[in-house]
């Protein structure tokens, strides 16, 4: 059974940092996409960051560039997403999906001051 369990969300100021966790079990995590996607209070789903098997090839969507870092262990089957210089923009549900295919149940970021 696939099981992707997130964790690190919170309440952060303005300008602070997160580092969200994805622990991933129940199918062969180094070989898949990993993707973060998030979902803002009364909004639709906003695809985040992407990373291929091998982290040789990683996307990020435009609002988040340049302050967002995705990576991943593949020997602890864990997805990471370093997050700063928050914004209240960035409130939202983070789910971690393997390929968009199998979902977390997210972790909630909330930035406010």
């Known amino acids: 059974e696939v099981q992707l369990v997130e964790s690190g969300g919170g309440l952060v100021q303005p300008g602070g940092s997160l580092r969200l966790s994805c622990a991933a079990s129940?199918?062969?995590?180094?070989?898949?996409?990993m993707h973060w996607v998030r979902q803002a209070p009364g909004k639709g789903l906003e695809w985040v960051s992407g990373?291929?098997?091998?982290?040789?090839?990683?996307g990020y969507a435009d609002s988040v560039k340049g302050r967002f870092t995705i990576s991943r262990d593949d020997a602890k089957n864990a997805l990471y997403l370093q997050m700063n210089s928050l914004n209240p923009e960035d409130t939202a549900v983070y789910y971690c999906?393997?390929?968009?295919?199998?979902w977390g149940q997210g972790t909630r970021v909330t930035v406010s001051s």
């Open positions: 999906t393997q390929g968009l295919g199998y």
């Open positions: 990373i291929n098997s091998g982290g040789g090839t990683i």
């Open positions: 129940g199918f062969t995590f180094s070989i898949h996409i």
